[in-house]
């Protein structure tokens, strides 16, 4: 899946078929199922990872998601990580930046999230809003935006050098599937809070958007960016879920070796 869905030299993102499902022939409820049965392994390599750094490992994962809105980032987390133990696990969603992160460079409330050894990370949105909303809305000048991409290349060399496996990925929907999901949203008063009029003003810049896209994934693959079809949301979290698993078991994780002498503390235990 990996290889698959990388965007490789020369990849175009105005040719791929957001409705598709590659490196998968089956329907809705076979990745359903296929999904199910990859999170036992998911959890028990997260544990392996949390466990590790209880005796000195210094290995995190952190996936990062970016998409347009509704295209289903937050899905992502409860079906893909849902299963895992919370504890090691630590996600956050990137808003408008404060004030108090005004005075400081871009990277700053990126580098306050990081997770730590151990852990998996998840940023909904990321530094990369930077160079996306910045560049179609003109909140940057064209200069300062040219020089992060640069510096999001070194900043992602220094995570990979740290010992973070740091795993990049746009849900690509198309414009079609995210109106009928803003209709879904204003049609279900159960889900009036998750819309924004600030959205609608977005949508209407969707090509800006998606040159932004275009020009940030050219930009910054030092680090592979993966993009996946997204209009099918049991596709995506299934093709997310397998680049994790497939990113988590090329860390060779193990369960730490014991620093007692297990057959001691048996006979203590005995004798209590």
Do not use: C
């Not at 930046?97 to 852990?119: C, S, V």
């Not at 746009?170 to 879904?184: F, V």
């Not at 932004?212 to 930009?219: G, H, L, N, S």
């Amino acid at each position: 899946m990996e290889e698959l869905l990388r965007a490789n030299e020369g990849f175009d993102l105005s040719t791929l078929d957001a409705g598709s499902t590659p490196g998968f022939t089956g329907k809705k409820a076979d990745g359903e199922k296929a999904l199910e049965l990859g999170s036992g392994e998911l959890a028990t390599l997260q544990e392996k990872l949390f466990a590790e750094s209880r005796f000195g490992g210094q290995k995190s994962v952190l996936l990062v998601l970016q998409a347009m809105d509704t295209a289903g980032k937050g899905g992502i987390v409860d079906h893909v990580l849902g299963d895992t133990n919370p504890q090691g696990v630590k996600a956050f969603a990137f808003k408008a930046p404060t004030d108090e992160e005004k005075q400081h460079d871009f990277l700053w409330r990126i580098r306050k999230q990081l997770p730590p050894a151990g852990y998996i990370g998840v940023f909904d949105r990321s530094h990369y809003e930077d160079v996306l909303i910045h560049r179609v809305r003109g909140f940057s000048t064209p200069e300062a935006i040219e020089e992060r991409y640069g510096l999001i290349n070194e900043f992602e060399a220094e995570l990979v050098a740290s010992g973070t496996t740091l795993i990049k990925v746009m849900l690509h929907i198309s414009k079609d599937e995210q109106k009928e999901r803003l209709e879904a949203r204003l049609d279900d008063p159960t889900k009036h809070w998750k819309f924004n009029p600030g959205d609608l003003d977005e949508r209407a810049l969707w090509a800006d958007y998606q040159q932004a896209y275009q020009v940030a994934i050219e930009r910054t693959g030092d680090v592979p960016w993966h993009v996946i079809p997204a209009n099918h949301k049991w596709y995506a979290r299934l093709a997310v879920q397998r680049l994790l698993l497939e990113k988590m078991r090329e860390l060779k994780l193990d369960w730490p070796k014991a620093d007692y002498d297990v057959d001691e503390q048996k006979a203590r235990l005995a004798d209590s």
